[in-house]
Structures are given as structure tokens and as C-alpha cells.
């Protein structure tokens, strides 16, 4: 088989003929100003695979906040830039192409931020993780196309390899042994064996970066289509249990992410449920370990508490003989990812049955009367407002009353009492 090199027509066939247009104009305006211009990184790699993906990284060797300020005047839309990196973002209607400009890194120490300064192509495909990754295609006018692959990626490809481009790679940057697990699992590749031997011997390297990068890569494997696969093998590598020791990523787990997607209610954050799931079953000091390494955001702290919560109070949950509206209050005050994670992980059925019509029907009952209703029928504004509000909801939810009618009756009827 012939490699291919010259990946012209892919982008015409591939991308929105507005983005494979603008790299034309964008290669020919580089060119314009003496400067040379690459589409780089993961849109490379999955133009060679025939995968979407829209994400367009160009790197220019030369000043890429000049270039972009010269694209953007052609192009009614918005630029930011950050000039400490040398970079800059253009958006135009829905489309997004981020520009850098080539460079070379170094990292002072294991985990921390490289030191970078302006370089050519070569150093810039250098510095990245893995050679499916380190592929360009030259836009300039007269190379126009041609894929610039100077790390063997095509090889890889080919071969369904995930591969490091130096020995000290895992060690510059640890997060990179989470993206090895994700892309493996993504693309359905092999972590080639010397990498995966570098891997085994760097996991200790993940104590080097911050839990917010790998919060991050978290949150890249969770928007994967299947993101067990990666916890299952990030189980098995031991990098799992360095989220937290007693975290596994083993069948049943994968069962629950499964039935996750399946069954997600709109108003959820998938992402947000499958954490949920994958720390169900730590014990409460376990799980608030993991949420200060991750630097969890608020409301995700709270899914992962009060899917605990929940957890502990699925025996009283599991009484067959509770009221709608009891189920409803004892659920009601719980963020509803981490209900539903009961729902899909919780160990008693009977619990499961009351989770899942809460989930389904009685979140959503609300009586018809507002409180401005209640004052016109006579209930005095204050503390009475939310006891009548109560006690129509409940009704509502036991199905003892199913119109405004039996609403305003019940209301009339607790008014009488009060006053009798
Ligand atoms: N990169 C890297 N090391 C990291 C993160 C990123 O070398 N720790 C490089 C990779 O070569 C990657 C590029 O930076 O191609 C952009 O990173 P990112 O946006 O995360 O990847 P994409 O390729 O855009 O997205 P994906 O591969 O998930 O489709």
C-alpha cells in the first residue's frame, strides 16, 4: 500500500468546505508574509483515520498573533489572543481554529509547566505526546496537502500504535499516561510495549501533577463514547488507584456507565453521573480524599456526597409501602445525578423501584396554585404559604387531588381548620 502523503483531497472531503477554504486562504496569506503554515495535531490524525473532528490546531512558523490579526480582518468575527503563549483563537459563526506559533519545550522539573521558546516545525511535533498526534500537513500554497510526518506516526497508524516520541515523555508530563489509556481505548489501538513498559515505570509520575490536570483528563475520558474502557484499563495499569487506592474499574462498573448513557435524563451532566458511579462505593473518608485531590467543583462535590447520602439511606427507601410524597421528600433535597447513581448502582431492588419513580414522575409533580393563589383564596402571606404549598404538592403526589378545583377545595378545607 502506498502511504499517503498527501492529504489535499481529505480536507475538501472531510471538512465543511467553509473551514477547508479558509485553510487555503490562511496558507496563502502565511505565504503572503514570508511564513509557513501547518495544520497540526488531533485533526491530522483523524483525517488519516476518515474520524470527524472540526477541532482545527494550525501552528505558523513565525508571529501567530499577527497572522490571526491579518485573518480575522478579512473575517467578520472574534479574535483572542494570549500573547504570553503566543497564541489566538478565531471564531466566526460556529466555526473555531485555534493558531500558535511553532515552538520548543522544555520542562525544568517533572509535572511543571514547560519553558518554551519560538522554534521550527520539528521541535513543535517534538514537544507533543504521542507520534499519532505529531503529524502536520503543510498549507502553503505550493506544498498544499502534503502530510509532514517526521516521527513515524503514519507507521503507527497503520499499526494501531499508541507511541511516546522520547523515552522522558510520561516523566515531562504525567498527564500524558492518562491520554495514552484514553486514545488506546478510543481508537480501539495498543500502547505500543516500550511506551507501555515507560508507563508501568512513570505511574509514579502522576504525584507530580496537580489534581486539576487530572480532573481534566477525567473529564476528556468521560466525554469519550465509552468511557469504561479507558477506567477498566486505567484499572488494570494501576493508574486508577492513584485517583485513590480503593477505586476499581472492573465489569460492574462498566455495566453502570453503560445503563448511564442508556437512560440519561436531559437535565443531567452524563460526566457528572459517571463519577458519581465510579466513586459509589468509597467510604466516606475515601470519597472526600478524592474530591480535595480533584479540586472538585462545588455542585459535583455535593453529587458525590449525596449519592453517599442517598446510599445510606437506601434501607428506609426500600419500604414498599412509602408514600409518593414521602419518596419525594426523603429524595427531593439530592442533587438528582447522584439519585440517579443509586438508581443504577443501589444494592436493594425494592429502593431501586421507589429511586425510579421518583426520578420519572414525582420530581417533576407541581401543584397548579401558585403562592399569589393561595393569598387571593385568603392564606396569610408568610410561613402558611409553604405549609398550604406542601400540602397541595403532597396531595398532588399521593393522587388524592388532580385539578385546580381539588386544589382550591383542599386549600379551603385546611383554611376552615386553621380558623375552626
Ligand atoms: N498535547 C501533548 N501533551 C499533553 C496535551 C496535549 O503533547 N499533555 C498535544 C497533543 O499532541 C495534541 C495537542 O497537544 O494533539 C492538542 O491537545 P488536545 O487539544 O488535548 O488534543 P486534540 O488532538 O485537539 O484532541 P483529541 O486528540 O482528543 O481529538
Avoid at 103 to 115: K, Q
Wanted: proline share 5%; charged share 30%; hydrophobic share 40%.
Amino acid at each position: 500500500m502506498t502511504p499517503i502523503t498527501d492529504l489535499a483531497v481529505r480536507i475538501e472531503q472531510q471538512l465543511p468546505a467553509e473551514l477547508a477554504d479558509f485553510m487555503k486562504s490562511a496558507g496563502n496569506m502565511a505565504a503572503d508574509g514570508g511564513e509557513k503554515l501547518y495544520l497540526v495535531g488531533g485533526l491530522v490524525r483523524d483525517l488519516l483515520l476518515g474520524e470527524a473532528n472540526l477541532d482545527i490546531d494550525l501552528v505558523v512558523e513565525g508571529d501567530a498573533v499577527a497572522l490571526a490579526r491579518r485573518l480575522s480582518a478579512g473575517q467578520a468575527g472574534k479574535i483572542t489572543i494570549h500573547h504570553r503563549f503566543n497564541t489566538a483563537k478565531l471564531q466566526w459563526r460556529k466555526w473555531t481554529v485555534d493558531l500558535a506559533s511553532a515552538r520548543s519545550e522544555h520542562y525544568p522539573r517533572p509535572g511543571a509547566l514547560p519553558s518554551v521558546k519560538p522554534g521550527q516545525l520539528s521541535d513543535d511535533l517534538f514537544r507533543r505526546d504521542f507520534t499519532i498526534n505529531a503529524m502536520a500537513v503543510a498549507l502553503a500554497p505550493q506544498s498544499y496537502g502534503q502530510l509532514i510526518d517526521l516521527y513515524g506516526g503514519l507507521d503507527d497508524l497503520e499499526h494501531r500504535l499508541v507511541r511516546i516520541l522520547h523515552p522522558k515523555s510520561f516523566t515531562d508530563d504525567a498527564s500524558r499516561i492518562w491520554r495514552a489509556v484514553r486514545y488506546e481505548q478510543r481508537l480501539d489501538f495498543q500502547i505500543e510495549p516500550e511506551t507501555l513498559g515507560l508507563l508501568r515505570r512513570d505511574i509514579p509520575m502522576l504525584d507530580t501533577i496537580s489534581g486539576d490536570r487530572v480532573r481534566y483528563e477525567l473529564e476528556c475520558i468521560f466525554k469519550e463514547r465509552s468511557p469504561e474502557k479507558a477506567i477498566k484499563r486505567a484499572g488494570e495499569l494501576g493508574v486508577l488507584a492513584k485517583l485513590h487506592p480503593s477505586l476499581t474499574g472492573n465489569g460492574w462498573l462498566a455495566d453502570r456507565f453503560d445503563q448511564a448513557r442508556r437512560i440519561s435524563f436531559p437535565d443531567q451532566k452524563l460526566a457528572d453521573l459517571y463519577l458519581a458511579l465510579l466513586a459509589y462505593r468509597l467510604p466516606d473518608d475515601d470519597r472526600e480524599q478524592l474530591v480535595s485531590y480533584l479540586r472538585l467543583p462545588k455542585t459535583l462535590a455535593r453529587t458525590l456526597r449525596d449519592a453517599g447520602a442517598v446510599r445510606a439511606h437506601l434501607g428506609e427507601m426500600a419500604n414498599t409501602e412509602l408514600r409518593p410524597s414521602q419518596i419525594y421528600h426523603l429524595l427531593g433535597g439530592y442533587s438528582s445525578e447522584a439519585v440517579t447513581a443509586n438508581l443504577l448502582a443501589g444494592d436493594l431492588p425494592p429502593a431501586r423501584r421507589n429511586i425510579q419513580l421518583y426520578l420519572e414522575e414525582l420530581r417533576s409533580v407541581k401543584p397548579v396554585l401558585a403562592g399569589r393563589d393561595l393569598i387571593d383564596m385568603g392564606v396569610t402571606p408568610g410561613p402558611g404559604i409553604g405549609e398550604a404549598l406542601r400540602l397541595i404538592l403532597d396531595a398532588r403526589l399521593d393522587g388524592t387531588v388532580k385539578t385546580r378545583r381539588d386544589e382550591e377545595r383542599l386549600v379551603g378545607e385546611w383554611l376552615a381548620e386553621k380558623s375552626g
